[in-house]
């Protein structure tokens, strides 16, 4: 079956620090990749996504992932975070063929950013 | 921007109680899902809806569970006969095209069963 694989459960950074939250997931077809985020009290909000082309994809707020197909990986990476940058944080996977584009998502990553 | 809304955005029911969550999609949306949160756990898919019909269903939907488009904006998910396993934070989705756009998803109705 399709998973998603967050190998980062909890990750404490100070404000500055460079961030990176590993994905991985297991499904060989096509697939398009997307990175959510979940500030505390709120709902789902789309950080970026990854349907074809360049494979390092920019989202909102200074975020970017690389889609690396070899590795099976779409790595989210930020150079500096901020404060601002505290919550959950998901990746999410659908297939490219499937019918109903349900999204299959990643345990969830929390970040704490110390100020 | 337009935005996918929910309500209640909190409802407490006993067990055994049916209870109906209720979404409004963003207007030019086709295809609608209902996903859940169990606190400390991943979000999991349970229905997709498309063309007035259930298209895809994960095995924790159940006979319990059913999905209405009863005026043409609101989309609905019921629980017939709520359990304690039934908490959890239920996420209402749309999107426009499965193939090229991305699922907006609504603040969530927090159900707690007692």
């Known amino acids: 079956a399709q998973s998603v694989s967050q190998h980062n459960h909890h990750v404490i950074l100070s404000e500055a620090a460079s961030l990176e939250l590993g994905c991985n997931y297991s499904?060989?077809?096509?697939?398009?990749l997307f990175w959510y985020v979940q500030y505390p009290g709120q709902h789902l909000q789309l950080l970026l996504k990854?349907?074809?082309?360049?494979?390092l994809v920019k989202g909102i707020k200074g975020f970017e992932a690389e889609f690396i197909k070899s590795k099976f990986s779409f790595n989210l990476r930020k150079p500096s975070v901020q404060w601002s940058d505290t919550a959950e944080y998901f990746c999410a996977v659908n297939r490219g063929s499937s019918n109903t584009g349900k999204l299959i998502f990643g345990q969830g990553t929390t970040l704490q950013v110390k100020p | 921007e337009p935005e996918v809304t929910q309500t209640p955005s909190h409802q407490v029911t006993q067990m055994g109680q049916e209870v109906i969550l209720r979404c409004v999609p963003i207007?030019?949306?086709?295809?609608f899902y209902w996903y859940r949160q169990i606190l400390g756990q991943k979000v999991e898919f349970l229905v997709s809806f498309y063309n007035n019909e259930i298209s895809e269903k994960s095995e924790i939907f159940d006979d319990q569970f059913s999905v209405e488009r009863p005026d043409g904006s609101n989309f609905t998910l019921k629980i017939r006969s709520t359990k304690l396993e039934d908490s959890a934070m239920y996420f209402c989705?749309?999107?426009?095209?499965?193939?090229?756009?991305?699922?907006?998803f609504g603040p969530g109705t927090r159900l707690t069963v007692l």
């Open positions: 207007s030019n949306h086709l295809y």
């Open positions: 990854y349907f074809s082309g360049d494979p």
């Open positions: 499904y060989g077809g096509t697939v398009n």
């Open positions: 989705a749309s999107f426009e095209d499965r193939l090229i756009s991305t699922q907006y």
